[in-house]
């Protein structure tokens, strides 16, 4: 341990020591430490206020995603009627084209019947036509006939 002497020659030391140095370089870091640490609240309110801004931006992207979506799904919801309405269209085709087939059918059957008609009716016109030359021999023969007679008796 120390004696009270010493304690007091060291005390008196230090206090020469501390005199010695100029209060400007203590204020300076006093002043220099308190600066920083303005500049530092001043830089961690902006990066909040940067964070908040960048959680408002965040929560507008994610609203405009969710409105994209529900675009989306209308535009989905749009697609689907017009595949139902061509589904439709395709079944009207469908029903047009037996339609079409049937008439088709019903035209082979006209067909037929005016060909077998043609058949019926040159068969007749022949037959008709044998009638006819057969009528004008007779007329002939007949007239020839009546004509020599009046030649001959008269």
């Known amino acids: ?16 020591i501390i005199a010695r140095q ?19 609240v001043r830089v961690e309110e902006e990066l909040k206020h940067q964070r908040d801004l960048m959680i408002k931006g965040f929560d507008a992207m994610e609203k405009r995603f ?8 209308q535009v989905d919801k749009r697609f689907d009627q017009i595949d139902k309405r061509f589904e439709h269209t395709d079944k009207r085709f469908e029903q047009v084209d037996k339609r079409f087939e049937q008439v088709d059918k019903r035209f082979e059957l006209m067909d037929k019947r ?12 022949m037959e008709m036509n044998r009638r ?23």
């Open 114 to 125: 005016f060909e077998d008609m043609r058949k019926d009716m040159n068969t007749g016109f």
């Open 66 to 73: 969710e409105q994209m979506e529900k675009r989306f799904e």
């Open 22 to 40: 100029p209060e400007v370089k203590n204020n300076a870091n006093v002043r220099y430490e308190l600066d920083l640490r303005e500049r530092t």
């Open 1 to 16: 341990m120390l004696a009270k002497e010493d304690l007091l020659e060291i005390e008196r030391m230090v206090e020469q």
């Open 132 to 154: 006819l030359d057969r009528f004008m021999y007779w007329t002939l023969g007949l007239v020839v006939s009546a004509t020599l007679l009046v030649i001959n008796f008269k």
